[in-house]
Nanobody, 127 residues
Framework: QVQLVESGGGSVQSGGSLRLSCVVS????????LGWFRQAPGEEREGVAA???????RYADSVKGRFTISQDNAKNTLYLQMNSLKPEDTAMYYC?????????????????????WGQGMQVTVSS
């Protein structure tokens, strides 16, 4: 049974930083794409960043240069380092796993591509 458990969310002032973590357990697939998504109230869930088995990454334009996705395979943990946070980054953040990602990376930020999801955690950035 695949489980994803997020931690590290919270409240921060504009310009601050947070690091989100997602521990993945029970994952037996040989390939994957792991992603971070967020959903603000009244908005659709959107992709923030993703990384595949080979370490290739994709970022939403809104977070490029501010957020960094990384993984520690020894700890089965996915991270999202968020710097220069803005109030518009406020949302519920989720990590997710796709065991059969398409190879071009063009769909890695689409929520429908993912079948395993964490429970989500709140990130609030105040101005």
């Amino acid at each position: 049974q695949v489980q994803l458990v997020e931690s590290g969310g919270g409240s921060v002032q504009s310009g601050g930083s947070l690091r989100l973590s997602c521990v993945v357990s029970g994952y037996t697939y040989s390939t994957y794409c792991l992603g971070w998504f967020r959903q603000a109230p009244g908005e659709e869930r959107e992709g923030v960043a993703a990384v595949d088995t080979d370490g290739r990454t994709r970022y939403a334009d809104s977070v490029k240069g501010r957020f960094t996705i990384s993984q520690d395979n020894a700890k089965n943990t996915l991270y999202l380092q968020m710097n220069s946070l803005k109030p518009e980054d406020t949302a519920m953040y989720y990590c997710a796993a796709d065991p059969s990602p398409e190879q071009t990376g063009g769909r890695w930020l689409l929520p429908d591509e993912y079948i395993y999801w964490g429970q989500g955690m709140q990130v609030t950035v105040s101005s």
